[in-house]
């Protein structure tokens, strides 16, 4: 069993996850079990899935999360360009979220991504 939290790849999830929760908050209250919702959970599900493949027994195992985590990073792509789109979401603000997202996507199509 490997610990989730010395993934680098877990590490720049967790960060994309704590910046994407401060800059939901100021999206619109009718928004809550809306956009910012899915936007928090597909973030949070990024990480989560990295961590759930750390307690696997098998390396097959942890690949599989990590194919899901990517998944779940290409659905918090498209809720990220709907918010940016309807407004919701500044374009600085847009950007700093997807440049983090991609370097998180990069690693989780790296070989060391499951390292």
Same mark, same amino acid.
């Given at each position: 069993m490997r610990n989730?939290?010395?993934?680098r790849v877990?590490? /720049?999830?967790h960060v994309l996850?704590?910046?994407a929760y401060r800059l939901t908050r100021r999206f619109p209250r009718e928004e809550l079990y809306g956009l910012t919702s899915q936007v928090r959970r597909s973030c949070v599900s990024i990480e989560a899935n990295l &961590? /759930?493949?750390?307690? *696997? *027994?098998?390396?097959? /195992? =942890?690949a599989r999360f990590v194919?899901? &985590?990517?998944?779940? &990073?290409?659905?918090? &792509?498209?809720? =990220?360009l709907l918010a940016r789109d309807l407004s919701l979401l500044p374009a600085?603000?847009?950007? /700093? =979220?997807?440049? *983090? =997202?991609? *370097?998180?996507c990069r690693m989780l199509t790296s070989p060391a991504a499951e390292h």
């Open positions: 989730f939290m010395d993934l877990w590490q /720049e999830a996850s704590l910046d &961590a /759930e493949g750390c307690g *696997r *027994r098998t390396d097959p /195992e =942890l194919q899901i &985590a990517m998944g779940s &990073a290409s659905e918090l &792509a498209c809720h =990220l600085s603000d847009y950007q /700093e =979220l997807h440049v *983090r =997202l991609t *370097r998180v």
